[in-house]
């Protein structure tokens, strides 16, 4: 039987291999206000989706696969961090939800059969780090995918950002227990197309005259900064025969120069 202390240690080893374990994305986003923003969007991507299986990729904490399972589907969300994984499987009954560890670059060595749709959310791709790895991602999800069926994709946009150089994304504040939780999330775009990101937490305490701010947590992360036609190119080469590029879920035309996000919709 394995003893208590090995089991520590264990689970510290693998804290410290997950890069996010210490980030805990479910404070720090507002999840019901974002999650009823974007829940007409995907209402009506998925509506004729068959079989009604989804796959949510790079799912973290699960709050995306549990508003697609309780719109009537089957969802299993893949993700690599273990720490992600087990917060989205503690955070309540499963429902039809399950979520299994795994690469989304080797999707076959993670799920089987035929699914209806997919979603791959916020900064998810950028964690993909090559052109060999990114083809691998798009061919292997068309493989699972049933004929016409639908994919969103949605990042930063990443051509604004490295043409303009931008530094910051717009500051998350939230109620913590003894104060406010900021979250701060610093980048520095670099000419060879990969941006460092620094995600850090930080206690604001303005009683406190000792010490009004406090960093909770801080990390530097290695992301690519993929390009609208980068990934178009990629999708398409992978077996996507039509692929859509919005600005933001309200489906305006996606401009480089000035829109927030990229969402892709792609159809197998």
């Known amino acids: 039987m394995e003893s ?10 693998m804290t410290d291999q997950d890069q996010y374990s210490r980030v805990d994305y479910r404070r720090l986003i507002a999840w019901p206000e974002r999650l009823k923003r974007e829940g007409p969007f995907f209402e009506s991507v ?35 961090s273990p720490t992600m994984l087990e917060k989205a499987r503690s955070s309540g009954p499963l429902g039809s939800a399950q979520f299994v560890e795994g690469d989304i670059c080797n999707l076959d060595a993670v799920v089987a059969g035929a699914f209806g749709g997919a979603i791959c ?18 061919t292997g999800l068309a493989a699972r995918l049933s004929p016409g069926a639908p994919f969103v994709l949605q990042i930063l946009n990443y051509d604004r950002i490295i043409e303009k150089g931008e530094r910051y994304l717009p500051l998350n504040f939230r109620d913590g227990d003894d104060g406010e939780i900021v979250f701060l999330r610093l980048m520095s775009p670099r000419p060879d197309g990969t941006v460092l990101f620094f995600p850090t937490t930080l206690e604001l305490r303005p009683e406190d005259d000792e010490q009004p701010v406090r960093v909770n947590h801080a990390r530097r992360v290695v992301l690519r900064g993929w390009r609208s036609a980068e990934i178009e190119s990629a999708c398409r080469a992978g077996g996507f025969s039509e692929v859509a590029l919005l600005g933001s879920y309200e489906r305006e035309a996606f401009d480089p120069a000035i829109s927030r996000d990229l969402v892709v919709v792609a159809r197998r």
């Open 46 to 80: 998925f509506a004729s989706a068959s079989p009604r299986r989804l796959l949510d990729l790079g799912c973290g904490t699960g709050e995306h696969a549990r508003l697609l399972a309780s719109g009537g589907f089957e969802v299993v969300g893949v993700d690599s």
């Open 4 to 13: 208590s202390a090995l089991r520590y240690l264990k689970e510290q080893h």
């Open 121 to 138: 959310l916020g900064n998810v791709l950028p964690h993909v780090s090559d052109g060999e790895a990114l083809n691998a991602f798009f």
